[in-house]
């Protein structure tokens, strides 16, 4: 069994329980400290966060953890933590400490060789007991769950230790043997708003509880973030200049405001605008002096004015925005999952069989060419947000000819002229398989093409027409002066209607072939 720590500079082993006592106020002074290349840091509501650096970089988590997206001038890059590259490793391992740190859920990156592991997030429920009556520090009976209170007693630090199996594929054994691991979690939240799962921690009522499970796996909406929309979304926790500012929402607007000389502001009941500041001696942590600031009675030292003023532009501006869910693994409940697509055929004489079956494509146009695409769950959620980089990301279709000889296609985007009548209609074919089933029957593949037998009938009939108007010609009766024609019901038509109305048949079958 393995034991890691989401932490790299706090490792901790499952023989050595974990000294879960130091005070909060020192670990943040020491976070801080350490990771003075972190100049801002904004924790949304839906936990999505993004991270700003003293070297004008930038970089944005997805709410799961699982996914990070960086930008510059000229080149954007989504990719999965687990695969950062090296120009990037170093600040994701760092915003990852910090999200872990205040997000509700953590996120742990299996400690395996990840090319071999199979199936992650088979979780193993653990359990903890409720059982203490102190109200500054706890250790389950189970020593798997520690917490500690600062001096304030405003902010809560919880130590966990929680399970992730796993199955795992030997490089030369196709037998898929089960691994485990323990990992030790650290949370820190505001006293007064815990996540759900810490609530009990003020009851102790002796009940018996779950320990949260942290994200371990692949996001499976890698490609429906929604990497720019953020700054409409209502902020959880504010960091800048070593101060976290975290927005309170329940059961009425607040604010908590954690410096790092371990002291705190905490906006009054009566006005959200006023707070209250308690420092403390250095020597045995005693209370010293408590002062109450607002916008009309500011502090005299210059850092203590600039705070109370950000902290009443985040109180006003967190007014103006309103909750709004994420697109994450998380969040199932919240944002319903693409279905899985089921086997479809469709079969148009005039141009194809059409197959789909477990994320195989084939298509055997009437030509005896055949084309072989293979595509994966992410890219048909890339194709739910973006068709273009879906296409560009399906990568190595192939298309036979009957002598054999074969193409592969660099991917569905680009095409050349050649292979654009094949590449084309497979296209049409992945975006219909996302449709509902509801959707598929009431309009079946290609139902409003020249290809479908409805239009392939209106043509026909459109044809018939034509055909009709322009075999008249043996009952024509010709005079010097006018040409009058009868049909076969005898009636007369004039040679100009009949010419009108052959125009309108072609107009009609012109409309249907353009569609």
Partial sequence: MNICSTEMDDERCANKVVSCYEQVSQYLQHLITHNQTLSQM???????????????????????????????????????????????????????????????????????????????????????????????????????????????????????????????????????????????????????????????????????????LPYNKTCDKQFRHEWDGDEEQPIKLFYTDKTFYWIIRHPSQSMQIWLDDGSVMTSRPDNKFYYNHVTYTTDDDTQQQQRTYSATSLPHDERLKNIVMRANRLMIGCQTTQPSTSTCCHDDDLLPTRPQIPPHVAHLPDLARFSYVDGNVQIRFIDHVTLYCDVTNDQFDMLCVNEEHAFRAIRGARIFYPDGTYISCDDLFHVSDRLAPYVRPCRDWL??????????????????????????????????????????????????????????????????DMLRRNSEALQQIDILLNK
């Fill in 42 to 212: 904004i924790l949304y509501e839906n936990e999505t966060s993004k991270y700003y650096f003293n070297d004008g970089t930038n970089l944005q988590l997805s709410s799961c953890g699982a996914n990070y997206h960086t930008s510059t001038n000229d080149h954007h890059t989504n990719q999965l933590c687990r695969y950062a590259t090296s120009e990037t490793k170093d600040k994701v391992n760092l915003a990852l400490k910090f999200r872990n740190l205040f997000a509700s859920r953590a996120y742990v990156m299996v400690n395996s060789d990840e090319k071999l592991v199979d199936k992650t997030h088979q979780e193993k429920i653990s359990t903890w007991t409720n059982s203490s009556s102190q109200d500054q520090q706890f250790l389950s009976p189970e020593r798997n769950v520690e917490m500690t209170k600062d001096k304030s007693c405003h902010i809560i630090q919880v130590n966990f230790l929680s399970e992730i199996s796993y199955q795992q594929q030997q490089q030369q054994d196709r037998n898929k043997q089960q691994q485990q691991q323990q990992v030790w979690v650290r949370n820190i939240f505001p006293a007064c708003a815990p996540p759900p799962h810490w609530c009990p921690l003020a009851e102790h009522d002796g009940h018996e509880y779950e320990i949260p």
């Fill in 431 to 496: 975006r219909w398989l996302l449709g509902s089933e509801a959707q598929k029957r009431e309009s079946p593949f290609l139902d409003e093409t020249v290809f479908s037998n409805k239009v392939k009938d209106l043509i026909d009939d459109e044809l018939d027409k034509i055909s009709n108007f322009t075999t008249i010609h043996h009952d024509v009766i010709c005079s010097d002066h006018d040409v009058i024609c009868s049909d076969h019901d005898g009636k007369d038509l004039d040679v100009e």
